[in-house]
């Protein structure tokens, strides 16, 4: 279970021979982040939302701090007290709201709907770096623009029985709390190792989603759920959450919030693209154009953010 850290921890590194290490791990990120919305629509067939949140963070949290245990003498387990307050709102940003808001969004909507709204996640963020204080060039907003545009063209071509607008709306909201995690775990991942803010925020926000969701554990059938139905949960435990998170921290300490997120853009495009090859769902050229519109707005993006931080 190290290997990822060793991984993060070669990335971190090797500056010089992996120039593009944070983009390329953003991309990995993004791909295991694209697949979850067919795996766990997938999963739901076998388990309830509320269930699968319940297992799938027992057996995260049990992983964050035994991949800390294995770490040895090399751990830190101590944490400031001054940070347990930001430890809180990152655990409940991205992990507790960010959540329940996929998890039953996806429930009531399509995972191509709850994709392409999740995918938002740079314009929330932008706001509130801007709120903040830290003001982002003209360009970076236009970009924005033209990214959000391709992802409304995603979302007027959806069909009118794919999703509802309590799914849409709890996606939405995933977004935000999505946003607001990458923003305030920024101080966390400089000051402390990855095994060591995963393992805490892992934690802070486990405790209320398993006590929202152990009614719905109770009440699950576990012996019904396949073979299959385990493997996907093992997955969706280890990969989208745990390891991805630690990459996606990773690369925001070396590229910054803005310009990390705006990867996100990328996630209704792969996540179709998996639709299409295990779902056959078609491509009308409406959705062709609105990915266009989203690899054009990423582009320009993330353009002016780097330009703007190379001053």
């Not at 979850?36 to 027992?58: C, D, H, M, N």
């Not at 040895?72 to 655990?91: E, N, S, T, Y």
Request: charged fraction near 10%; charge should be positive; hydrophobic fraction near 55%.
């Amino acid at each position: 279970m190290a290997q990822p850290i060793e991984q993060v921890e070669e990335l971190a590194t090797a500056k010089p021979s992996l120039a593009f290490g944070p983009e390329l791990a953003q991309v990995l990120v993004i791909t295991m982040w694209a697949s979850t919305f067919i795996v766990t629509k997938a999963v739901f067939a076998e388990i309830s939302p509320l269930a699968f949140i319940f297992v799938r963070f027992a057996l995260m949290t049990l992983l964050a701090f035994g991949v800390l245990a294995a770490r040895g003498a090399r751990a830190q387990w101590h944490i400031r007290r001054a940070d347990l307050p930001r430890f809180l709102m990152v655990g409940l940003c991205g992990y507790t709201g960010y959540q329940l808001g996929f998890v039953l969004g996806l429930d009531n909507t399509s995972p191509f709907s709850s994709s392409l709204l999740i995918a938002m996640v740079p314009f929330f963020t932008l706001v509130i770096l801007a709120v903040n204080g830290e003001r982002a060039r003209r360009g970076a907003w236009l970009g924005l623009g033209i990214g959000i545009a391709g992802v409304v063209l995603f979302l007027a071509d959806k069909s009118a029985a794919s999703g509802s607008f309590v799914g849409d709306a709890l996606s939405l909201g995933a977004a935000v709390s999505f946003a607001g995690y990458g923003v305030l775990n920024r101080r966390l991942t400089r000051d402390y190792p990855p095994e060591t803010y995963t393992a805490y925020a892992v934690l802070l926000g486990s405790i209320p989603l398993l006590a929202l969701s152990t009614p719905a554990a109770l009440a699950q059938h576990w012996t019904s759920i396949s073979v299959w139905g385990w493997l996907a949960i093992i997955y969706m435990v280890i990969f989208p959450v745990y390891v991805a998170y630690m990459l996606w921290n990773w690369a925001i300490a070396r590229r910054g919030a803005a310009a990390a997120t705006s990867f996100t853009l990328l996630v209704p495009i792969i996540s179709g693209t998996l639709s299409a090859l295990f779902f056959g769902e078609g491509f009308s050229p409406l959705k062709l154009l609105g990915a266009a519109s989203v690899l054009v707005g990423l582009i320009i993006l993330r353009r002016q953010v780097r330009t703007e931080g190379s001053h």
